[in-house]
């Protein structure tokens, strides 16, 4: 049903990942807001998170600062970022990467969608930016990548490829039998690391949301488009 960072937690935030275990009530897909609205009031029911602020996600870099009681902004971004205890952040995916971040000491959340599109617009490092602008220390930042699809199924273009490298200063792309594959979550840990973020606080689920079996989950390129999603969620109380 749910995996919660064990490095967020160990620093006194709450932060879950969704699988696609335990049917309809996983899928939190925008498609059908009443459902949504249902499936997410479950899930936090189990986990004593408070009703999360959502965005319409497009694949860019805008940052959303939300406050007071959660709901589906209308806004495009895909940027979620807090400053105040009790409210909560999420992110719908399936397949591109989740990442909830955390300053606990500053009192600043963010929960960032990063595909190939928004880890080419570095997502991941507008978000730590906004972070630290809110008064949040890039050195006491605490990341967390949640479930995407893995360099095992993310065949891509050359020309993909390459702005991947270039938005993260290092090469996240490799060959095999002829294919381009590359490495989204590394691609992100590369920015979160460029930015400033340290290693020992970033942590990384790798499990590919096209073929990791144990749990399962929803993949858009797997599925060819007709899936549902996962939440990714995140609360400083
Ligand atoms: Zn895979």
Avoid at 42 to 54: A, G, V
Avoid at 187 to 204: D, F, H, K, S
């Amino acid at each position: 049903m749910f995996y919660a960072s064990r490095l967020l937690q160990k620093h006194g935030v709450q932060a879950v990942f969704t699988n696609r275990e335990g049917g309809a009530t996983t899928d939190f897909s925008l498609l059908d807001e009443d459902k949504l609205a249902h499936n997410i009031q479950l899930l936090c029911n189990q986990t004593h998170i408070s009703t999360p602020h959502q965005v319409i996600q497009v694949h860019k870099a805008e940052v959303l600062h939300c406050s007071g009681v959660g709901y589906v902004h209308k806004q495009e971004a895909d940027v979620l970022l807090a400053t105040e205890r009790g409210v909560a952040l999420a992110v719908r995916t399936a397949d591109c990467v989740p990442i909830l971040l955390a300053d606990k000491q500053a009192g600043v959340i963010a929960a960032v969608h990063a595909g190939w599109k928004g880890t080419v617009a570095q997502v991941a490092l507008k978000a730590v930016q906004a972070m630290c602008m809110r008064g949040a220390n890039v050195e006491k930042i605490v990341a967390s990548l949640g479930p995407c699809i893995g360099s095992c199924c993310f065949a891509v273009h050359a020309d993909v490829a390459q702005k991947l490298d270039d938005a993260c200063q290092q090469r996240v792309n490799f060959y095999r039998d002829g294919l381009c594959f590359a490495d989204l979550a590394l691609a992100n840990q590369g920015q979160l690391l460029g930015v400033g973020v340290r290693p020992e606080n970033i942590e990384t689920l790798f499990h590919c949301t096209a073929c990791h079996a144990d749990p399962s989950y929803y993949s858009y390129r797997r599925d060819k488009g007709d899936t549902g999603r996962q939440l990714s969620m995140i609360m400083l109380a």
